[in-house]
């Protein structure tokens, strides 16, 4: 059964900063992994990716990284600002094979500092 | 546009009133699935269903029915909701394609139940 940590919990950094998130999983065999933003009461914002032949995914600002042989992946974040403030939740396909869902980590809260 | 919906948003309802969260995605997507979200436990799924009448359980499937007479709705049946089963719900819909079961998100459902 695959399950999904992510570290930190929670981070307060100042606007500009470059900073990584962190994701583990323990299922290898996974088909893809996403990153998704949630602000406070809202919804699910899907920011990137990655399918299991991929390495990384860029978007913008944000670099996400896949290494499946140590169940890792980071989100990087360059040049932080206050409208980044939001939990970020790392997914990991599930053990099935991909189409049975997703596994989620319980986010890291991030809050960027004016 | 390609979306998945949900119905109603918000709902307050009373201990026991059978109730029906609708879910539904104009993708031709196989696969969907629900998902609840509560503080401190992260996001769960709930039920998945790889095609039409095909479901199977999540990691937190009591209290809760579902069923999937056509490929495009996906309702979530809470046939006698509990204050427990107070939570943010999301329905996902994915395919096997290009972007291999890249799951794309509902807005949520706001319950409660008192």
């Known amino acids: 059964k695959q399950e999904v940590t992510q570290i930190p919990a929670a981070l307060s950094v100042p606007e500009g900063e470059n900073l990584v998130l962190n994701c583990s999983f323990t299922d290898s065999a996974i088909y893809n992994l996403q990153w998704f933003r949630q602000d ?23 670099n996400a990284s896949l290494d499946k042989s140590s169940g890792r992946s980071t989100l990087y974040i ?12 790392c997914a990991a396909s599930n053990s099935g094979g991909g189409a049975d869902g997703l596994t989620f980590g319980k986010g890291t809260h991030l809050i960027i500092q004016p | 546009e390609a979306q998945v919906t949900q119905n109603p948003r918000y709902l307050i309802t009373v201990t026991g009133k059978k109730l029906t969260v609708t879910c539904s995605q104009n993708m031709n997507h196989e696969y969907m699935s629900w998902y609840r979200q509560d503080p401190g436990l992260g996001l769960r799924q709930i039920y998945y269903s790889m095609n039409v009448e095909v479901t199977d359980k999540g990691d937190v499937p009591e209290g809760y029915k579902v069923s999937r007479k056509e490929k495009r709705n996906f309702p979530l049946i809470l046939e006698s909701p509990s204050p427990n089963q ?11 394609g290009r972007r291999s079961y890249e799951q794309y998100f509902g807005p949520g459902t706001r319950l409660t139940v008192t």
């Open chain 1, 40 to 62: 406070p009461g809202k919804g699910l914002t899907s920011l990137l990716l990655i399918q299991s032949s991929q390495r990384e995914q860029t978007s913008g600002r944000l």
């Open chain 1, 78 to 89: 360059a040049a932080s600002q206050p409208g980044d403030s939001a939990t970020y939740l």
């Open chain 2, 86 to 96: 107070t939570s943010l719900y999301f329905c996902a819909s994915s395919a096997r």
